[in-house]
């Protein structure tokens, strides 16, 4: 930008010429200090978690005696979520699987890929993901395809022969 | 590397040049401080358009959801908070210095021949920025922009003639606010009035260029100067100045959030925002078929004066030291705004409503009806907890976990006898209703009470449901209103009256058909705490 403003360079004295660049410095100072107070909370507003007070509620998802030993059943239940300022009440899906007489895995019902619903294939005793071909031992594991882990599960309890679950869930 | 970046970009677009051209234009040389202020308006501007497109991003603009989107975004995200109130006190801000800024350019004379359209292009400017201030008002939805805004378009619909073309382009067909005017606020705010902002602005700035900064006299013989770095670095300055008073204000001050929007709520008292406050108290002075002169015939007649300003003083430029006529009508309408404003803050009676009360987080068990707290008591007073323990594994289920599914009679027949070798019940029938009801019915916030309600407030509850006030007051949402809603009893009665109540009631409000109740001691001191403490 010099070459236009040669003309007027040639007229400055020193002492304007400190004049101006003390302008310019406080300019440039000020500028980025406002930038910097708008940019830094919009960021932390953006990114941050929100400090939500409203605990995750254990819901009754199944009567244990209904599953058996072994075969995986895809359970439906209610359950509430917080959703930004909501709390929705909502449907939702596990696989679970009994273990034996008291244990219980409930496995959350995406695959740990890219999230699609998998579903148990009763004649290859695994369970498939349709979107990229992902398996899964009935112990969760990976047998083939990308999924980068084995299947995540929900923190479960058996209280008085009901099968609860928890809203939180456990990566492997 | 940078330079030829640089170059390219120059000689693509143009862009330096461009920049070089904006930045060294000629100013007068007497331009200097009191020319900052449109700068700073242009800024503000700016500040608004980014602190809403932040708020936009987890605001839910229905008022179904706007109320507790707001709220989520001042109690649960980091800088939530900031960023409401950068809005909100931007907002008054902007239009200080919008009036500012027109008032130094009204003192000079700056809109003199050929300045004219620049000066009508900024009175259209103050009245977008005043529209902002209007339709924002009604966004947070609670009390205060529920009701304001119920006013606001109650005068819109005096208009002559035009009244009910302008109460159905509110989207208020028959006066009400609900989710059309609701959806006509939010989309004037954030779509009509931003881009004819930019547009608005745009011309200003470009009418600003075509006839330069005003000079004054003495400018005639004196070289020109360039507009970087000194008047920015002046610019600069106000700006940051101005921006420092925001921030400050955004944290120190408490923005304002009342309770939800209740258009049944006739203890509240409607005001507009503090620089509508004028026009409020105006409309005092006149009564009845005049009213109209106060709430719409003076306020378009000052706007058309404000336009025709150019047009009305068309004497040549003097010093403004000379312009006394200027000076006084600039004063005269500050000190007639002060003293209004002034005047309506006076008479304006203390708020039954804090202004902050939508923010204050309030214990489940303040906001459950009384049966649900009472019901809460009579479980542990039945022992039901022995069987039935909150949160861990028993003889009977969880009831924290899951409602229960029982029909009310197999309920009422489980409570008569829970199991062979109980004992009879000691709770009467009402009372094991309440519980039937409770256990099948019961909602988050009544499991939140269960766990966390003090016992002494239980017990005001019990004896609240047991002498069943519910069936002539309202508490908490529930119960018939022949007599008064108890809800915020604190706010205007004492300990001392509610207890002298109970015992005669006609002593202390005559006419009241409410019979006289002769509590225990121990009960009276329980309902009566228990009231105090349920908030409006």
Known sequence: MCDHTGFMENQETPQSTTRRSFYSAVIAGLGTVIGAALAVPAAAYLLFKPKSDRKAQWVDAAELNSLQVGKPEEVVFRRSRVDGWRVVNEKATA?????????VVAYSPSCTHLGCAYHWDDAAKNFLCPCHTSTFSVEGKVLSGPAPRPLDRFVTRVDNGKLLISPTIQKA | MLKTILDWLEERTGIA??????LYEDIPDSAGWHQVLGSVAMFAFLTQAVTGVLLAFNYAPTPGDAYDSLRYIVTELTGGRLIRGLHHWGASLM??????????????????????????????????????????????????????????????????????YILRLLGSEGGAI??????????????????????????HLILVRKHGVTPTLDDQDKPKKKFYPEQVFKDTVATFLWFAVLVGMAILVKVPLGRTADPTDISFIPRPEWYFLFLF????VFEGPLEIVGSLVLPTLAILTLFLVPFIDRAKLISIRRRTGAIAIVTL??????????????????????????????????????????????FSKGNCGSCHALGKSGTGPDLSVSPSQKPADWLMTHFRQPAPTSPATQLTGLQLKAVAAFVAKRGDKDVEAWTSAPPAAVE???????????MCHELNGTGQKVGPPLNGLSDHRAREWVQGHFAEPAKFSPGSTM??????????????????????
């Open chain 2, 17 to 22: 040049s461009a920049i070089h051209h904006f």
């Open chain 2, 95 to 164: 239009i200080i210095v919008v009036v500012l800024h027109m008032s130094q350019v009204f003192l000079w004379g700056a809109y003199k021949k050929p300045r004219e359209a620049t000066w009508i292009v900024g009175c259209v400017l103050l009245l977008v920025t005043l529209a902002y201030g209007l339709t924002g008002y009604l966004l947070p939805w609670d009390n205060r922009a529920y009701w304001g805004t119920v006013v606001t378009t109650q005068i819109a619909s005096q208009a002559p003639g035009a009244g009910p």
């Open chain 1, 95 to 103: 696989w679970v699987v009994r273990t034996d007489q008291q244990n």
């Open chain 2, 178 to 203: 609900g989710v059309v005017t609701f959806a006509r606020f939010y989309a004037v705010h954030v779509l009509l009035l931003p881009p004819l902002t930019m547009l608005l602005i745009s011309v």
């Open chain 2, 460 to 470: 005001g509850a019990m004896v609240y449901h047991t002498s069943q006030c519910g």
């Open chain 2, 515 to 536: 019979p006289p109740y002769k509590f225990n001691s121990h009960d009276l001191d329980r309902i009566t705490s228990y009231l105090l403490e349920i908030p409006k």
């Open chain 2, 333 to 378: 309408a500050a000190l007639g705004w002060a003293g209004l404003t002034a005047r309506a803050v006076a008479t304006t009676p203390p708020s039954t409503e804090s202004p902050d009360a939508g923010l204050a987080s309030v214990e489940a068990w303040r906001m459950i009806p009384a049966e649900n707290l009472a019901a809460i008591g009579y």
């Open chain 2, 281 to 284: 108290q105006m409309l005092k």
